[in-house]
């Protein structure tokens, strides 16, 4: 990665901690996640982030394969959590997408 | 389009400005600049290794290396693009192979009614077929008369200009070919399924 020029737009969870809090309805970044492609377990803040986009997406640190997935649209947030094993959601979280 | 607000005598500079903020759909703004949107690491495809398919319902996949893709028949392209977090650009200037040019390879089944583009790092993104063809959309590998950056799309990207860029697939590898419509990485997260700038189509529901 060190040779990417793109590696300043890249970021950490942490610098999306805003929009995971209005996505899962609390403060998320100590939470851990699972990459259900390759097991990797980190907290939320360890991903790494790619805002620069129509929405935020929150990739592993480890393979790259993409765990979360935030948009904001004029119908409300939308979250994928697909990518992600064993997130710990709070009861906020637990509602169908849109 | 333009020519509705322009009377007879109005010529030069100031029609060239009026036809400037023509250009530009709802909502949008002017940049000069080309920026770079992403929502992964920069994929850097060996072009040795790079090919081009079309597949899913044609009677016989096609496929091209890069050598046999550079010897298609090419086009230069001059768009104005715009991507949905609110930017156009005007005047793109491109070179690659039309979409048209690529499907005289295959024969589609008469079931086909929508494509799905896929890039390298797993991208996709969904179209009808009839935004795909008629000189609407084009394989792009150069840009400025440059070879396509990797940050915004090389070795080769596909371009929809009618259409907010997040169509337009960087990195693009292939067409598949659908029946039934299947919603892309955004089109899946809320995001307009058909995305006409025109008519502001950013948002499922628009
Ligand atoms: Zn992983």
């Known amino acids: ?28 970044t ?28 929150l990739r592993c640190p480890a393979c790259t394969a993409v765990m979360i997935r935030i948009a904001r649209t004029r119908q409300g947030i939308f979250v994928d959590v697909q990518g992600a094993r064993g997130v710990a959601m709070p009861p906020a979280a637990l509602r169908p997408i849109a | 389009m333009a020519d509705r607000f322009v009377t007879r005598g109005f010529v030069g500079k100031r029609q060239d400005a009026g036809s400037a903020a023509d250009r530009v759909p709802p909502g949008q703004h002017l940049v000069s600049d080309f920026p770079v949107l992403s929502a992964g690491p920069t994929p850097r495809t060996d072009l040795r290794k790079w090919s ?39 005047d793109t200037h491109w070179r690659g192979v039309s979409a048209d040019v690529l499907l005289e390879h295959v024969e589609l089944d008469p079931r ?12 996709t993104t969904n179209l009808p077929i009839p935004d795909l063809i008629n000189g609407q959309a084009f394989v792009a590998y150069a840009y400025e008369g440059k070879p396509l950056a990797p940050e915004h799309g090389g070795p080769a990207r596909l371009v929809v ?14 067409l598949r070919f659908l029946a039934d419509d299947r919603p892309g990485f955004w089109e899946s997260l809320g995001y307009n399924n058909h995305g006409d700038p025109w008519k502001e189509e950013r948002y499922s529901g628009d």
């Open chain 1, 1 to 28: 990665m060190t040779d990417d020029p793109l590696q300043d737009l890249v970021l950490d969870g942490n610098a999306v901690a805003g929009s995971l809090v209005d996505a899962f309805g609390e403060e998320m």
């Open chain 1, 30 to 57: 100590a939470t851990p996640g699972e990459c259900a492609s390759c097991g990797n377990v980190a907290p939320l803040a360890g991903l790494v982030a790619y805002t620069r986009g129509p929405g935020i997406v």
């Open chain 2, 52 to 90: 081009f398919r079309i597949e899913g319902l044609v009677k016989e996949p096609a496929q091209w290396t890069w050598d046999e893709f550079q010897a298609l028949p090419a086009q230069e392209f001059l768009k104005d693009i715009s991507c949905v977090t609110k930017w156009t650009k005007l």
């Open chain 2, 112 to 123: 086909a009614r929508f494509v799905v583009a896929f890039s390298d790092g797993g991208y």
């Open chain 2, 161 to 174: 200009p009618h259409l907010y860029f997040w169509k337009s697939a960087k990195w693009v590898r292939g």
